[in-house]
Nanobody
């Protein structure tokens, strides 16, 4: 079993920055990839950023150039640096990870979410 815990959310003014962190714990030998999603009430959860253990990163068009995702393969953590935040970025942000298991193959896990509010 693997548990993901996010932190770093909060309230920030437009143009400000936040750094979200996620740590994975439990039965982990390695992590194939980690990602950040976000969800606003009434909207489908959307992918924000994704990174493989090889360092390849992908971003949603709406955040590319403003957000940067990173992963520490040893510490089993991922960070999302969010710069030039806009009110449209307001959402609950969720950490996601693909973790291989010897018998069950790759399993997908979710964190509990952390609230990000961008408002003046």
């Amino acid at each position: 079993q693997v548990t993901l815990v996010e932190s770093g959310g909060g309230v920030v003014q437009p143009g400000g920055s936040l750094r979200l962190s996620c740590v994975a714990s439990g039965s982990i030998l390695t992590i194939n990839s980690m990602a950040w999603y976000r969800q606003t009430p009434g909207w489908q959860r959307e992918l924000v950023a994704y990174i493989t253990n090889g360092g390849t990163a992908n971003y949603a068009t709406s955040v590319e150039g403003r957000f940067t995702i990173s992963m520490d393969k040893t510490k089993h953590t991922t960070d999302l640096q969010m710069n030039n935040l806009m009110p449209e970025d307001t959402a609950v942000y969720y950490c996601n990870a693909d973790v291989p298991a010897p018998l069950a193959g790759v399993k997908n896990y979710w964190g509990q979410g952390t609230q990000v509010t961008v408002s003046s």
